[in-house]
């Protein structure tokens, strides 16, 4: 087929001559006869024109699309008959966009299917149809009927499409294919007739109907707000002539009221039994009516803990292209995106899963969660989606929230939107998120930010169970270092022990023995709360070293023992508090703030806001000498000297103990020989 031109030009006819009696039989050789030059192509008249209508005229639901191309005849015996048409460039407005949830099920004819280039019927299977057609041919006895179906994805051209006819003993086939705006998710257009074969073939056409499905997989969404969209058309004809433009509306009128944001959240353990380790689940809903997802900030309920113990981090280009190792996984993600009431599940069955893997520091956060999913939906497979989530940890409390990066709005290969209707995360590693020993009533806490900014909070209640059950058996040993006589200033070693399995510790109060006073006059260095907070304390404010050791990480947290000013103080003296941390690799910081005072003349530290966090050993090392807060009243050996230690359990068990206060004291050989 030659391309048109305004210039006459001749061609040669083919003519074969097939036997009746061996039709089957083609003749090797075809006589060719020259045909006529053909002239005035440039004086034909040519005016088609479109209609289209959505199937739905509701907001953000799944349509179909009934379109009209006209193609008026001229008037009159004398009268030119009307060019065909060659091209055909339909630009859907903005806000008409694919559904994704039409992708489900959805499979593609193959060249071999279609049979193109045969003189035969397509075989294309149903679950690639896409659309009806329908075709006026003045020559023909009836309207031929056909359809459109979805060709199998190039790299760039993931949308191509086969229309074909079988009808009336004709088997057209032509490739077309479906543009998308990248950036915005508008469907750009519609091309019918492909260059290599240069166009439509040539016709008399009067009337073409295409009505892509409709139901809750239709293949497009509406626009999320109502009011009249323009489509845009052009037609490009077979004479050369310039094409023609223009616009048809349709209308959205029907669920106007909409465009609020409040997505739902749910949230617990699936066994909330207090000190046990149990998956952890959370799930986001939204409806249709609202706007879409963007940013998403969980905070988990307080208590809630996660043993990274053994656990493998994704750190690098791995998290970066989520190819994390296997032991670092810790969890899934279950999606639902698309619109309508059955929108697309990912992932899909027998198709690649999805993971959720522990990563290291990021964004200034200690932790990391890297959450991987395939972006794979019927024939599709554009490769996984990587978004990675800051988990930050509170200094006071040790809860953990995790802020994610943007969540992509569009598939950035194609351009098609993600409506997020379900966000599911299931933490389910095993013996990896551990309830907390406390039954108070908690929440898990969500903020969500949809892309025009607008924020909104949901919260789901949580509460562990049988907490009473678990023991509460803490020990501790206290030993005062260096002098010993009156007036000497002691170091002071404490070691909290706790056995495995039972309640954490709430709050605690230890009360030192009558024999120590504190010693004023080295309360010379204090650390504000302003340079505390910004870890510029200067370190004359240390006066200790703090430990813990917990069965939740391979490595101790541990720090210094600072001085800080405190001036809601009763007692008007500064408080205690050790800046534990985790080592480079994972840089978790956790605070332990005991509030110094007296009680009936005796020293008292007390920690009111443990958190609830399960350790195996805690060693405070306070400094002795210049450093030491502590001086003697008396000689310490002249008798021991016990301490009293209040302990509360995060389940409301209390143990009070009256440890001796251990001190090393020189016996003379005089002092021994009268003992003897």
Same mark, same amino acid.
């Given at each position: 087929?030659?391309a048109?031109?305004?210039?006459?030009?001749?061609?040669?006819?083919?003519?074969?001559?097939?036997?009746?009696?061996?039709?089957?039989?083609r003749?090797?050789?075809?006589?060719?006869?020259?045909?006529?030059?053909?002239?005035?192509?440039?004086?034909?008249?040519?005016?088609?024109?479109?209609?289209?209508?959505?199937?739905?005229?509701?907001?953000?639901?799944?349509?179909? $699309?009934?379109?009209?191309?006209?193609?008026?005849?001229?008037?009159?015996?004398?009268?030119?008959?009307?060019?065909?048409?060659?091209?055909?460039?339909?630009?859907?407005?903005?806000?008409?966009?694919?559904?994704?949830?039409?992708?489900?099920? %959805?499979?593609?004819?193959?060249?071999?299917?279609?049979? @193109?280039?045969?003189d035969?019927?397509?075989?294309?299977?149903?679950?690639? =149809?896409?659309?009806?057609?329908?075709?006026?041919?003045?020559?023909?006895?009836?309207?031929?009927?056909?359809?459109?179906?979805?060709?199998?994805?190039?790299?760039?051209?993931?949308?191509?499409? +086969?229309?074909?006819?079988?009808?009336?003993?004709?088997?057209?086939?032509?490739?077309?294919?479906?543009?998308?705006?990248?950036?915005?998710?508008?469907?750009?257009?519609?091309?019918?007739?492909?260059?290599?074969?240069?166009?439509?073939?040539?016709?008399?056409?009067?009337?073409?109907?295409?009505?892509?499905?409709?139901?809750?997989?239709?293949?497009?969404?509406?626009?999320?707000?109502?009011?009249?969209?323009?489509?845009?058309?052009?037609?490009?004809? +077979?004479?050369?002539?310039?094409?023609?433009?223009?616009?048809?509306?349709?209308?959205?009128?029907?669920?106007?009221?909409?465009?609020?944001?409040?997505?739902?959240?749910?949230?617990g353990?699936?066994?909330?039994?207090?000190?046990?380790?149990?998956?952890?689940?959370?799930?986001?809903?939204?409806?249709?009516?609202?706007?879409?997802?963007?940013?998403?900030?969980?905070?988990?309920?307080?208590?809630?803990?996660?043993?990274?113990?053994?656990?493998?981090?994704c750190?690098?280009?791995?998290?970066?292209?989520?190819?994390?190792?296997?032991?670092?996984?810790?969890?899934?993600?279950?999606?639902?995106?698309?619109?309508?009431?059955?929108?697309? +599940?990912?992932?899909?069955?027998?198709?690649?899963?999805?993971?959720?893997?522990?990563?290291?520091?990021?964004?200034?956060?200690?932790?990391?969660?890297?959450?991987?999913?395939?972006?794979?939906a019927?024939?599709?497979?554009?490769?996984?989606?990587?978004?990675r989530?800051?988990?930050?940890?509170?200094?006071d409390?040790?809860?953990? #929230?995790?802020?994610?990066?943007?969540?992509?709005?569009?598939?950035?290969?194609?351009? &098609?939107? $993600?409506?997020?209707?379900?966000?599911? &995360?299931?933490?389910?590693?095993?013996s990896?998120?551990?309830?907390?020993?406390?039954?108070?009533?908690?929440?898990?806490?969500?903020?969500?930010?949809?892309?025009?900014?607008?924020?909104?909070?949901?919260?789901?209640?949580?509460?562990?169970?049988?907490?009473?059950?678990?023991?509460?058996?803490? =020990?501790?040993?206290?030993?005062?270092?260096?002098?010993?006589?009156?007036?000497?200033t002691?170091? $002071?070693?404490?070691? $909290?022990?706790?056995?495995?399995?039972?309640?954490?510790?709430?709050?605690?109060?230890?009360?030192?023995?009558?024999?120590?006073?504190?010693?004023?006059?080295?309360?010379?260095?204090?650390?504000?709360?302003?340079?505390?907070?910004?870890?510029?304390?200067?370190?004359?404010?240390?006066?200790?070293?703090?430990?813990?050791?917990?069965?939740?990480?391979?490595?101790?947290?541990?720090g210094?023992?600072?001085?800080?000013?405190?001036? #809601?103080?009763?007692?008007h003296?500064?408080?205690?508090?050790?800046?534990?941390?985790?080592?480079?690799?994972?840089?978790?910081?956790?605070?332990?703030?005991?509030?110094?005072?007296?009680?009936?003349?005796?020293?008292?530290?007390?920690?009111?806001?443990?958190?609830?966090?399960?350790v #195996?050993?805690?060693?405070?090392?306070?400094?002795?000498?210049?450093?030491? %807060?502590?001086?003697?009243?008396?000689?310490?050996?002249?008798?021991?000297?016990?301490?009293?230690?209040? @302990?509360?359990?995060?389940?409301?068990?209390?143990k009070?103990?009256?440890?001796?206060?251990?001190?090393?004291?020189?016996?003379?050989?005089?002092?021994?020989?009268?003992?003897?």
């Amino acid at each position: 087929m030659r391309a048109a031109s305004n210039r006459p030009s001749a061609v040669l006819a083919p003519v074969k001559f097939p036997s009746w009696a061996e039709p089957q039989l083609r003749p090797e050789n075809e006589v060719r006869a020259s045909f006529p030059e053909i002239t005035g192509c440039n004086s034909l008249p040519f005016g088609p024109s479109l209609t289209a209508n959505p199937t739905s005229h509701h907001t953000s639901s799944p349509t179909g $699309l009934d379109m009209t191309i006209q193609l008026p005849a001229s008037e009159g015996v004398k009268v030119l008959e009307p060019s065909q048409v060659r091209f055909i460039r339909i630009d859907f407005p903005p806000g008409l966009a694919i559904n994704t949830g039409s992708s489900d099920g %959805l499979s593609t004819c193959s060249p071999a299917q279609v049979r @193109f280039e045969e003189d035969a019927a397509a075989e294309c299977p149903d679950t690639a =149809k896409l659309a009806s057609t329908e075709f006026d041919v003045p020559v023909l006895e009836r309207n031929l009927k056909g359809a459109i179906y979805l060709r199998e994805p190039e790299p760039d051209h993931p949308f191509r499409v +086969w229309i074909v006819a079988d009808d009336l003993g004709l088997h057209i086939k032509l490739p077309g294919e479906l543009e998308v705006d990248e950036a915005t998710g508008q469907v750009h257009s519609i091309v019918l007739g492909a260059p290599k074969l240069e166009g439509l073939p040539q016709a008399p056409l009067r009337e073409v109907k295409l009505e892509l499905k409709s139901g809750f997989r239709a293949p497009l969404v509406t626009p999320s707000a109502c009011g009249t969209y323009e489509t845009h058309y052009e037609f490009v004809p +077979w004479s050369g002539g310039p094409p023609v433009t223009g616009n048809t509306p349709m209308q959205i009128t029907e669920g106007c009221n909409t465009g609020g944001f409040s997505p739902v959240l749910s949230a617990g353990s699936t066994n909330a039994s207090g000190g046990s380790f149990a998956p952890f689940v959370f799930t986001i809903g939204r409806e249709d009516s609202e706007q879409n997802i963007e940013d998403l900030s969980l905070s988990l309920p307080r208590g809630l803990t996660a043993s990274f113990a053994g656990v493998v981090r994704c750190e690098g280009a791995a998290a970066e292209t989520g190819s994390c190792p296997a032991a670092s996984r810790i969890g899934k993600v279950i999606a639902a995106v698309g619109v309508g009431p059955d929108p697309l +599940w990912v992932p899909q069955e027998g198709k690649r899963p999805t993971a959720v893997y522990l990563g290291g520091p990021y964004k200034r956060a200690p932790l990391s969660i890297v959450a991987v999913v395939p972006k794979q939906a019927g024939p599709f497979d554009f490769g996984d989606e990587v978004v990675r989530s800051a988990v930050f940890v509170d200094r006071d409390t040790a809860r953990a #929230t995790a802020k994610t990066d943007p969540l992509p709005q569009f598939l950035p290969e194609v351009g &098609v939107p $993600l409506f997020y209707r379900t966000i599911d &995360v299931q933490l389910d590693r095993p013996s990896f998120t551990l309830n907390p020993t406390s039954c108070a009533a908690k929440q898990t806490e969500a903020t969500l930010t949809s892309p025009s900014g607008a924020v909104a909070h949901s919260t789901s209640r949580y509460a562990a169970v049988e907490c009473a059950r678990l023991g509460f058996k803490p =020990k501790l040993s206290i030993r005062l270092s260096g002098a010993t006589h009156r007036a000497g200033t002691p170091g $002071l070693k404490a070691v $909290l022990t706790m056995p495995k399995g039972g309640a954490n510790v709430a709050r605690t109060a230890v009360i030192l023995p009558a024999s120590e006073f504190v010693e004023n006059s080295h309360f010379n260095n204090v650390c504000t709360r302003v340079d505390f907070a910004a870890h510029q304390c200067p370190a004359g404010s240390v006066y200790g070293h703090a430990t813990v050791i917990s069965p939740l990480f391979d490595f101790p947290l541990e720090g210094p023992v600072y001085l800080r000013s405190n001036p #809601t103080s009763r007692s008007h003296l500064p408080d205690l508090v050790a800046e534990l941390k985790g080592p480079a690799a994972m840089p978790i910081e956790v605070d332990v703030d005991g509030e110094i005072d007296s009680v009936h003349g005796q020293l008292r530290t007390r920690f009111e806001t443990v958190p609830d966090a399960p350790v #195996t050993k805690f060693t405070l090392q306070m400094l002795g000498g210049k450093k030491s %807060l502590l001086v003697n009243s008396e000689n310490l050996c002249a008798e021991p000297h016990r301490a009293i230690a209040r @302990f509360e359990a995060q389940n409301g068990k209390r143990k009070t103990l009256d440890p001796p206060a251990r001190v090393s004291c020189k016996v003379s050989k005089k002092t021994h020989r009268h003992r003897r």
